[in-house]
């Protein structure tokens, strides 16, 4: 079930977070959801390993070939 909820935030916060979801393509709601349930989550190392909503919403979406090799590209990126 999905609440809505009012919050009083500082303008010039929200302008900045309104540009960084826009540029991430990402609901502000998603970011604030997100973040509250990370920061109220029980302290257990197992909880901590599962993924949040805003990750979950985002799996699948690239597509890579089998033989990728993730310590190449990454060796491309420090290079």
Do not use: C, W
């Not at 959801?33 to 990370?38: G, I, N, T, V």
């Amino acid at each position: 079930m999905k609440t809505k909820l009012t919050l009083r935030i500082d303008d010039k916060v929200i302008e900045r977070a309104k540009s960084y979801v826009k540029n991430q393509k990402i609901s502000l709601s998603k970011v604030i959801e997100a973040y509250l349930d990370s920061l109220t989550r029980e302290n257990d190392t197992e909880v901590k390993k599962s993924i949040t909503p805003l990750v979950e919403s985002l799996t699948g979406i690239i597509k890579l070939p089998s033989d990728f090799d993730f310590k190449k590209e990454l060796i491309l990126l420090i290079a």
